[in-house]
């Protein structure tokens, strides 16, 4: 067996979230690339769609679907409309993230709480929710992308 065939992921499902940013498009066309069926999330619908025609017009198997990470319901419906689809999920990469802007001494709790419920919440409910589906087949990956960003970012202390 060669090495790139142990990469090979022919017939799996994956899904990654924020899939149509800057650090998920490549993770989307990588999974594309090695076979598997990728469901590109995101709260921008427009960007994730032209992005998952991009990709399907080179051939790859990549569809959009909209989701916003800080509605459980939401979460629940993506889960339900992906086991609808292909009847599986095998990896999950959570690559969504949320930023606050703004000066920490002028934020009002509502604008730290936002993005908040993303980063935190919205991991928290995307590993409980789409974890279900892989613990009844027995088998599946989940992959949490963090960054550094916080640390070389001018306002760093807003960093959430």
Not at 50 to 58: D, M, P, S, W, Y
Request: hydrophobic residues 45%.
């Amino acid at each position: 067996m060669r090495t790139p065939d142990l990469f090979r992921l022919d017939g799996k499902v994956a899904l990654v979230t924020g899939g149509a940013g800057i650090v998920g498009r490549p993770i989307v066309r990588a999974l594309a690339e090695a076979g598997a069926r990728v469901v590109v999330a995101s709260r921008d619908g427009e960007r994730c769609g032209a992005f998952a025609r991009q990709l399907a017009g080179e051939g790859l198997d990549v569809e959009a679907d909209t989701c916003d990470l800080a509605s459980e319901s939401d979460v629940r419906a993506l889960r339900d409309r992906i086991l609808e689809r292909h009847h599986k999920l095998d990896v999950l990469f959570n690559n969504a993230v949320a930023r606050a802007g703004g000066d920490l001494r002028h934020m009002t709790a509502a604008q730290w709480e936002a993005p908040m419920r993303v980063n935190s919440t919205g991991l928290f409910l995307s590993c409980q929710i789409f974890s279900e589906p892989m613990q009844t087949q027995c088998f599946g990956s989940i992959v949490n992308i963090d960054s550094i960003y916080g640390m070389v970012r001018p306002d760093f202390s807003i960093y959430a």
